[in-house]
Nanobody, 124 residues
Framework: QVQLVESGGGLVQAGGSLRLSCAASGRTFSRYMGWFRQAPGKEREFVAAIRWSGTTTYYADSVKGRFTVSRDNAKSTVYLQMNSLKPEDTAVYYC??????????????????WGKGTLVTVSS
């Protein structure tokens, strides 16, 4: 079992920045971590992902160049630095952990565990 706890959400004006954190704990091994978001009335969508080893990161086209995913293995924590935020970035952001042999962990199905989410609201 893996427990995931997100933090760092809040209210920010358009053009501003926020940094989300996801702390992982538990005894189950995971190969990668992902950030997803879900806006009201919409499906959960992929934002970014990172593997616990190596340097590969993955991003949705909508956030490339604005968001950066990183990790601190010693703290078992993954971060999502969000810059140049737009009102359309408003959503609940979820952290996921997975261990399947996927080539690109950019689907909700590739995640085995989820956090409870943190709300990000970007005002115009």
């Amino acid at each position: 079992q893996v427990q995931l706890v997100e933090s760092g959400g809040g209210l920010v004006q358009a053009g501003g920045s926020l940094r989300l954190s996801c702390a992982a704990s538990g005894r189950t091994f995971s190969r990668y971590m992902g950030w997803f978001r879900q806006a009201p009335g919409k499906e959960r969508e992929f934002v970014a992902a990172i593997r616990w080893s190596g340097t590969t990161t993955y991003y949705a086209d909508s956030v490339k160049g604005r968001f950066t995913v990183s990790r601190d293995n010693a703290k078992s924590t993954v971060y999502l630095q969000m810059n140049s935020l737009k009102p359309e970035d408003t959503a609940v952001y979820y952290c996921g952990a997975g261990s399947g042999p996927v080539i690109v962990p950019n689907t909700a199905r590739s995640m085995d565990y989820w956090g409870k989410g943190t709300l990000v609201t970007v005002s115009s």
